[in-house]
């Protein structure tokens, strides 16, 4: 009794199309994707700085006795400080809003407030960890609260409250995901 390729084949196909469209959405979802150029300057400008920095070894805070904050490191070139702004912003996923005209931490509208914000907003998304603080040297810990006015930047307390709030619609997400998914192999079952 021989295999009916002829009835598997196109199946298979389609059922690894399927998988490896779902594995592209999820991967983007959870890494970031770079570009040649992007991953050139990036690779470039970390290696142009040595930096010394006081990261903690497993990435917790408690090395510097409490609450820190990842600012912009003072000094830094300007042309870096944008690299890092706008990886922040955009691969890294930060959240700044807050900096755009009108936002509470636009104003002082310059480089160094403005990748300050981002840096820290995204440290603080990204456990507190060393790596997470660095941007090609650009960056430094600080336990001094850079918020000012009505500029609030996050800290570990402030993040983990948001993010206990938002866990149930993760939650939700993964199950709408996992019934598209069904629904598509039903599709592709009765074809």
Request: with cysteine.
């Amino acid at each position: 009794m021989g295999f009916n390729h002829s009835l598997a084949s196109p199946v298979t196909m389609r059922l690894k199309l399927l998988f490896a469209f779902l594995y592209l959405i999820i991967a983007s979802q959870h890494f970031p994707v770079y570009t040649k150029a992007e991953a050139t300057v990036q690779e470039k400008a970390e290696a142009a700085i040595p930096v010394t920095t006081l990261s903690p070894p497993e990435g917790n805070t408690t090395f510097l006795g409490g609450t820190t904050w990842c600012v912009a490191r003072p000094g830094s070139s300007p042309d870096d400080l944008q690299i890092a702004l706008d990886w922040a912003c955009g691969s890294g996923q930060a959240d700044c809003s807050p900096i755009q005209a009108g936002g509470p931490c636009f104003e002082p509208n310059n480089l160094i407030s403005h990748a300050s914000y981002a840096f820290n907003n995204y440290y603080q998304q990204n456990g507190n960890s060393d790596i997470a603080c660095y941007f090609g040297g650009t960056a430094v810990l600080t336990q001094s609260d850079p918020s000012y006015a009505k500029c609030v930047f996050a800290n570990s307390e402030s993040i983990k409250a948001s993010a206990s709030s938002s866990s149930r619609y993760m939650g939700a997400s993964i199950w709408w995901n996992i019934g598209v998914i069904n629904i598509v192999l039903l599709y592709l079952g009765r074809r």
